[in-house]
Every structure is written in structure tokens, then in C-alpha cells.
């Protein structure tokens, strides 16, 4: 007699032994009435599954913020093996202290391509290019794809601004507005005032960005040159990056 | 259908489009297993940058998705584990019990979607660990084996919570499609 315990572990192929299931099969092929035992089991089964389910927006924000922040902590994590390291690496360890303020730059500007407000332009280009091409500025390529990374996902979710309801715009705008907040301290820990000042102007872009359905046709200039502002920062960076690499 | 199966060399994008393709899927994973919404997110988010601590450890074998979705429903299981829930507390009274009755009867879309709604309060009659079993089993699709060691009980008695699972689901089925 095979009760449904044992149709169970045959339906799901595990917890029999292989000589048992090749009975179970055997048996089946010979007795109709079993088969339909297996068969309703089965459409029960399958009715068991449950419904799928979808995160709510800001559950997906705090996921996101968590991983960024948990790339940030890895980036900063290296810094502790500073005294450790020979004389090369310290300009690069020198960047780490930066990349908050740097990361938040390079989010303005993304931001800036949908809010259709130029951004000052000392405030991003002055900075990083000094970086760039002084004091020994090296990032590392973890810190490039935690950069590029962010700035995908920032430019990707303000993209999908538009297809939220108001409240998921808050929610979204609430949590990017709360990273700002934590970029400001860090631009201002960098000793990099002119950033921390930009970005606490951009709190005032993002009220205004509540209430508004989206960038029009008009705007769509300004989303080019401002587009155009954040690929040539990006080449920057990734450009840095390949330096890097054949460094090492 | 994209193949998102990567060489072991993760980097941060992979990790938010990871996050961006599957994160209702986790969601929903770790909903299943713990029943608490915010307990989900909390798991989706301790799996998630779990996920991004042991990078290294992605072998390419599966998914990276596939990957993260494990450490995800491992951090659920744990966050479960500190709740002290996945204890065999042995059989509950199953209050009656009628022979099964074949689903695909009259069965349109609203059916279906009380029946969704029904299986969600007919969840609620198992205990936590019948709940854990049958998720990982059914829906997660574990072996019985994995599931024993992650639970921290032995085969047999997993064995025995997903009867107990299965059969009082299969009696809210059948009455709920007698009520029908």
C-alpha cells in the first residue's frame, strides 16, 4: 500500500530511496487508481503555491541604501590597513576619505539631468579634477564600480519617479534627501565646503521635485547637456580606474 | 530569456541589477518563510549585504540572483531562529478532516483569487516550523537534507512537519472548495 505520505516524497523526489521510486513507478503504470491518487495530489500541490508578492518602494530604497552603504563600508574598511601599506597606496587611501563627498557630486549631477537645474559648475568639476590630477588621486576600482554603481541606480530611480504615486515619490525623494543629509557631513568632514553647500541646496530641488509629474519636452536640452555633464564624469572616473589597473 | 549567470568576479552593478530583477522575488521568499512583513525586509536587507560581504565566494556556478536568493531566505530562516521558532513542537490538532477534492473544477480568475486570499489564512493554521518546512521544500525547493541542517533537526522530523503541513492545507483546500 503506498499512502500519501509516500506519494508526497515520490512527488517530490527526495527522502525514498532510488529502488523505492523506481516500485512507485511501476506501480503507478499499472494501477489507474493510483495514478489519479498522484494526479489530485499534485493539482493540490500546485494550488498550495503561494501568491507572489511585491516589496513595497521604500522597503526596495532601503535595500538599496543598505548596499551602498555596505560598498561605502567596504571601501572604508581598507583604510584601516593604511599603516600597513607601502607609500603608493597612501594617495589612494587619501581618495577613500573622499569618495562620500565625491559620490554625492557625481548624484547631482544625475539628479540635476532630471530636475532640469544646472548645477554649479565649480562645485563638481573644480573638485574632481583637482583630484584628478594632482595630490596623487588614484581611486580604486572597487571605489569606481561602488561610484558607478550608485550612479546608475540613482539616475534608474529618478527615472522611475514618474511612474510612482505621490507616495512613492515621497518615499523615494525622503531617502534620497537622507543620504544628502549624510553626504553633507561627510563633505564637510573632507573639509569640502563649497560641496556641502551645493548639497544642502539640493534638499530645496528635491521639495520641488515632489510635486512635480516629471521633466516635459521643454526640458529636454537641459537633460541632454546635463546627461552629457555626467557621461564625461564618468569616463573620468572609469579612465582613472584603467590607470589603476595597470599600475598593479 | 537573459542569462544573468556572471564569472565569479561580482562587482556593485551586478549586485543592483541583482537587486532590481529579483528583489520582489526575495521579498516574497522571505514573506513566505517569516509571515512578518517587516521581518522580510529586514532579511532581504541582513541577506542582501551578506550577500555583498562573502562576494568572493560566488563561484559562478549559479545565478547571481540564484546566489543572493539563498543567502536571503538563509537570513530569514536565522532571523526566524532568534525567535526561537523553528522548535518541532510536534502534531496539532487538525480540527476535521474531509477526503481532497480535485482543484480544477470550476475554477475561473476570481476563484483563483479568493483562493490566494483563503491559502494565506489556511498558512496561518501551521506553526512556524511546519510553515519553514514547506516553504523550503515546496516553494524553495530544498532537499530534505539541507532543510534538517538548516533547522537543526533531523530528516524524520522535517519529514513529519511537511505531512502535517501538507495534510492541513489539503483540508482547508477541500473545505474552502466546499464553501465554494
Given at each position: 500500500?503506498i499512502?500519501?505520505?509516500e506519494?508526497?516524497?515520490?512527488?517530490?523526489?527526495?527522502?525514498?530511496?532510488?529502488?523505492?521510486?523506481?516500485w512507485?513507478e511501476?506501480?503507478?503504470?499499472?494501477?489507474?487508481?493510483?495514478?489519479?491518487?498522484l494526479?489530485?495530489?499534485?493539482a493540490?500541490?500546485?494550488?498550495?503555491?503561494?501568491a507572489?508578492?511585491?516589496?513595497?518602494?521604500?522597503?526596495?530604497?532601503?535595500w538599496?541604501?543598505?548596499?551602498?552603504?555596505?560598498?561605502?563600508?567596504?571601501?572604508?574598511a581598507?583604510?584601516?590597513d593604511?599603516?600597513?601599506?607601502?607609500?603608493?597606496?597612501?594617495g589612494?587611501?587619501?581618495f577613500r576619505s573622499?569618495?562620500?563627498?565625491?559620490?554625492?557630486?557625481?548624484?547631482m549631477?544625475?539628479?540635476?539631468?532630471?530636475?532640469g537645474?544646472?548645477?554649479?559648475?565649480?562645485?563638481?568639476p573644480?573638485?574632481?579634477?583637482?583630484?584628478?590630477?594632482?595630490?596623487?588621486f588614484?581611486?580604486?576600482?572597487?571605489?569606481?564600480?561602488?561610484?558607478?554603481?550608485?550612479?546608475?541606480?540613482t539616475?534608474?530611480?529618478?527615472?522611475e519617479?514618474?511612474?510612482l504615486d505621490?507616495?512613492?515619490?515621497?518615499?523615494?525623494?525622503?531617502?534620497?534627501?537622507?543620504?544628502?543629509?549624510?553626504?553633507?557631513?561627510?563633505?564637510?568632514?573632507a573639509?569640502w565646503?563649497?560641496?556641502?553647500?551645493v548639497?544642502?541646496?539640493?534638499?530645496?530641488?528635491?521639495?520641488?521635485?515632489?510635486?512635480?509629474?516629471g521633466p516635459?519636452?521643454?526640458?529636454?536640452?537641459?537633460?541632454?547637456?546635463?546627461?552629457?555633464e555626467?557621461?564625461?564624469?564618468?569616463?573620468?572616473?572609469?579612465r582613472?580606474?584603467s590607470?589603476?589597473?595597470?599600475?598593479? | 530569456?537573459?542569462?544573468?549567470?556572471?564569472?565569479?568576479?561580482?562587482?556593485?552593478?551586478d549586485f543592483?541589477q541583482?537587486?532590481?530583477?529579483?528583489?520582489?522575488?526575495?521579498?516574497?521568499?522571505?514573506?513566505?518563510?517569516?509571515r512578518?512583513?517587516?521581518?522580510?525586509?529586514?532579511?532581504?536587507q541582513d541577506?542582501?549585504?551578506?550577500?555583498?560581504?562573502?562576494?568572493h565566494?560566488f563561484?559562478?556556478?549559479?545565478?547571481?540572483?540564484?546566489?543572493?536568493?539563498?543567502?536571503?531566505v538563509?537570513?530569514?530562516?536565522?532571523?526566524?531562529?532568534?525567535?526561537?521558532?523553528?522548535?518541532?513542537?510536534?502534531?496539532?490538532?487538525?480540527?476535521?478532516?474531509?477526503?481532497?477534492?480535485?482543484?480544477?473544477?470550476?475554477?475561473?480568475a476570481?476563484?483563483?483569487?479568493?483562493?490566494?486570499?483563503?491559502l494565506?489564512?489556511?498558512?496561518?493554521?501551521?506553526?512556524?516550523?511546519?510553515?519553514?518546512?514547506f516553504?523550503l521544500?515546496h516553494?524553495?525547493?530544498?532537499?530534505?537534507?539541507?532543510?534538517?541542517?538548516?533547522?537543526?533537526?533531523?530528516?524524520?522530523?522535517?519529514?513529519?512537519?511537511?505531512?502535517?503541513a501538507?495534510?492541513?492545507?489539503?483540508?482547508?483546500?477541500?473545505?474552502?472548495?466546499?464553501?465554494?
Open positions: 500500500m499512502d500519501d505520505r506519494l508526497l516524497l515520490f512527488h517530490y523526489r527526495d527522502g525514498l530511496s532510488s529502488r523505492r521510486i523506481r512507485i511501476k506501480r503507478l503504470k499499472q494501477d489507474p487508481a493510483l495514478r489519479l491518487r494526479q489530485r495530489l499534485e493540490e500541490l500546485d494550488a498550495l503555491r503561494p507572489p508578492s511585491t516589496a513595497p518602494v521604500a522597503a526596495h530604497g532601503r538599496r541604501a543598505a548596499l551602498a552603504d555596505a560598498m561605502a563600508e567596504h571601501d572604508h581598507g583604510a584601516s593604511r599603516v600597513f601599506l607601502p607609500a603608493p597606496w597612501q589612494l587611501l587619501a573622499l569618495f562620500a563627498p565625491m559620490l554625492a557630486a557625481a548624484v549631477l544625475s539628479v540635476g539631468v532630471f530636475i537645474t544646472r548645477l554649479p559648475p565649480p562645485a563638481v573644480a573638485p574632481f579634477d583637482e583630484m584628478a590630477t594632482g595630490q596623487g588614484s581611486p580604486a576600482p572597487a571605489t569606481v564600480n561602488v561610484m558607478r554603481a550608485y550612479l546608475v541606480e539616475e534608474q530611480r529618478l527615472m519617479l514618474d511612474d505621490s507616495a512613492g515619490r515621497a518615499d523615494v525623494l525622503a531617502e534620497i534627501r537622507q543620504r544628502n543629509a549624510l553626504y553633507v557631513k561627510a563633505a564637510e568632514r573639509d565646503p563649497e560641496l556641502a553647500r548639497l544642502r541646496a539640493f534638499d530645496l530641488e528635491l521639495d520641488s521635485l515632489q510635486d512635480d509629474p516635459g519636452d521643454a526640458d529636454r536640452d537641459m537633460r541632454r547637456q546635463l546627461e552629457f555626467l557621461n564625461v564624469l564618468q569616463t573620468r572616473i572609469d582613472r580606474a590607470k589603476l589597473t595597470h599600475s598593479i | 530569456m537573459v542569462d544573468h549567470r556572471h564569472s565569479s568576479a561580482v562587482c556593485a552593478t543592483h541583482a537587486l532590481r530583477r529579483s528583489g520582489d522575488r526575495w521579498y516574497a521568499a522571505c514573506l513566505n518563510i517569516t512578518a512583513p517587516a521581518l522580510a525586509e529586514d532579511a532581504v541577506g542582501l549585504v551578506l550577500a555583498w560581504r562573502k562576494r565566494q563561484n559562478g556556478e549559479a545565478a547571481i540572483d540564484t546566489w543572493i536568493h539563498r543567502i536571503v538563509n537570513a530569514a530562516l536565522q532571523l526566524l531562529r532568534r525567535n526561537k521558532a523553528m522548535v518541532d513542537r510536534g502534531p496539532t490538532e487538525v480540527e476535521h478532516v474531509s477526503e481532497p477534492i480535485e482543484l480544477h473544477t470550476p475554477a475561473d476570481r476563484a483563483r483569487d479568493e483562493w490566494l486570499y483563503a494565506e489564512r489556511l498558512v496561518a493554521v501551521l506553526t512556524d516550523y511546519e510553515r519553514i518546512c516553504v521544500k516553494v524553495e525547493e530544498w532537499q530534505l537534507s539541507e532543510i534538517a541542517d538548516e533547522t537543526g533537526n533531523s530528516v524524520n522530523s522535517v519529514k513529519q512537519a511537511l505531512f502535517r501538507v495534510k492541513k492545507l489539503r483540508v482547508g483546500l477541500a473545505d474552502w472548495r466546499i464553501e465554494a
